[in-house]
């Protein structure tokens, strides 16, 4: 059996949260841990020196996009994806997976795997759960996923089994086909709403073993309320030794309940996209720096905040370069948006700590001053 | 009589090229010095300390762009527009002239002045030279230009020669309008490609006296030979105490001779434009970054160069960002551009301090290694 790569360092007394330590090819992750998304090999307008500074210990790769453009020969010749967009610390790549189903009308599902169209130029392409591996082994993240079916919400219950049931043959294909052991294969547990099927599916997944544990399918519901208790479910069912990643999911409150509910990693385009569209977060709620009344606002954008963008820049300015569609107004937004997520996962851990986590559980403003001032 | 803010320091022996310190307000300025274009209160792309690290020592703002937005308002109540902009040294902006005379049939002039309708909302506005001046006072630059009429080419002797009395008859009221002595306003000269009334502008505006002398009307020619011989017959005509400036020219090769007939300042957008449209100056000549045969090209952009773009990242990363449309190619192209005007400009420096200038005139990859070499 493979070493265990992921220690366990404190657990909440009342929550299931927990602070942990995963060990990785490019260095070790403090959990919970917020992983931006760099979906083409960037994290949209950052550098990696920015991102090393405001604290980002590991980022995600979209397999579908980076198979398509620049292509995987492009990233193998480059000697991996680490690389090829001089990124030193760790990197998890998606399988793939959820960019084909959500591909809709373009791609057809088999038990051999998924046929789809590119977006690009047409082309016809065949991903199965060994092609999706061998790219991952290609691109060389530190942590892959293996090849799942992520089914619309809603589905009826009989293709939600069935589909599930699929993931788990995959799952076994995957990691049959996995070839680098410097490379984390981590499965993914299905079976949508449905507490029944979920906990076939953690069964079945565990039962197949990985080094880690991601819960898929949360992101694409409606119903937020369904899909927390769905969540609440299914973390504890997961080996307490093994880390978890919520897939895909979201808010800062999505955050901190994922946290509650025992998950350890988490990624969303998020605060990235957000930032793009003017959307920012702060410890006084959300900013949306296109309004008119920051026409005139000279004060920073979040003055308890310590990003450079808070440390240097007004409201009013930051209104100027978004109204002008000026790339340092997406620069700056986005700096500061990841600086709000990473200072509240660093203020959950340091809570989870000092077993104040439970209280502060619901005070996202005070779990993000709490990071502010602790950078660990 | 005002202090004299500027400083020769080396005059080349066989060129009319000359190393001086221009003093103002925010900073000592290094001549012969580039002025990155920062039109909208940002030069595109970069923070204000990216432009530090990579040596900028004084930026250009365009007074009619921040005039119309934000607004001369909003940068007032801001306290200028170092403080708007988070800019701590020297600024130089212009009047104004330039934009709006290339509004073509948008606009009115008169002897009082311009006016003109808004691109962005068809609003009416009228500019005066007293209206530039008091704008300018307000935006705070540490350099500032008297309104002048920049003359379309080509255009008729008559025309010229009224236009260039006009304009010496509006930087008598530029000078006794201008208000604020921690700001220099710098006079104009203009005069098409006609010798005499080149001269003829050079003396009046050296009678009406100002701190120092630019050049207007040589980034609308199209014949270079001819625009570098009025250069060269121009620029001797000025006082040789006075800080020259050459406006909106050029390329590398056009920097080189406005230094050979002893031009101080410079500012041009071509290294951000260029930049932005992937196309990249190196010593080994210019990469346009979208040709296929870099898709596999993992060597560094310039591999003598010490830019954060050379030292992390490869020709095939960069034409993936930049064939994906990233912000990150727009960053990491325009800090090589600037980058590289800012090594020639100090190359350029050295050479004229080390008397190789004269050899070294035709050898712009020598003298942007020599400004690697040596960051003052």
Chains 1, 2 share one sequence.
């Not at 995600?60 to 000697?79: E, F, K, M």
């Amino acid at each position: 059996m493979a070493e265990n790569k992921f220690t366990l360092i404190h657990k909440d007394g009342k929550t299931q949260a927990r602070v942990g330590q995963l060990r990785t090819a490019h260095g070790v992750v403090n959990t919970p841990i917020f992983m931006p998304v760099g979906t083409r090999a960037t994290v949209k307008a950052c550098t990696p020196r920015e991102l090393v500074e405001i604290g980002v210990e590991i980022i995600l790769g979209n397999t579908y996009h980076l198979y398509l453009r620049p292509g995987s020969q492009v990233i193998d010749q480059a000697g991996g994806l680490h690389r090829f967009m001089a990124w030193k610390k760790p990197i998890l790549t998606d399988s793939g997976g959820f960019q084909v189903f959500s591909l809709g009308a373009s791609r057809t599902i088999s038990e051999e795997g998924v046929e789809f169209r590119s977006e690009i130029d047409g082309s016809k392409h065949f991903i199965t759960p060994e092609r999706s591996i061998d790219i991952q082994n290609t691109l060389g993240a530190d942590i892959i996923m293996t090849f799942d079916e992520c089914p619309p919400q809603p589905s009826d219950y009989a293709y939600l089994k069935d589909s599930m049931e699929m993931t788990l043959r995959w799952a076994k294909r995957c990691k049959k086909a996995h070839r680098n052991p410097n490379q984390q294969l981590f499965g993914i547990v299905q079976g949508g709403m449905e507490k029944t099927l979920r906990k076939a599916s953690v069964e079945g997944t565990v039962r197949i073993g990985f080094p880690g544990y991601a819960i898929g399918g949360m992101s694409v519901g409606e119903e937020k309320a369904l899909m927390y208790e769905t969540l609440a479910y299914t973390v504890p069912l997961l080996p307490r030794g093994k880390p978890r990643y919520l897939m895909g999911v979201g808010t800062p409150e999505d955050l901190v309940y994922g946290v509650s509910c025992g998950v350890d990693m988490f990624d969303c385009v998020m605060p990235t996209r957000n930032a793009r569209n003017g959307w920012l977060f702060t410890t006084d709620g959300v900013v949306r720096i296109r309004n008119a009344k920051y026409k005139m606002d000279f004060t920073p954008l979040d003055p308890d905040c310590l990003c450079y963008t808070c440390q240097n820049f007004t409201r009013a300015y930051l209104r100027h370069l978004y109204m002008e569609k000026e790339i340092l107004a997406h620069r700056l937004h986005t700096l500061h948006n990841l600086h709000f997520y990473l200072s509240l996962m660093r203020g959950i851990r340091r809570a989870i700590h000092e077993d104040s986590f439970a209280r502060l559980n619901k005070n996202i403003p005070a779990l993000v001053k709490l990071g502010q001032k602790n950078r660990k």
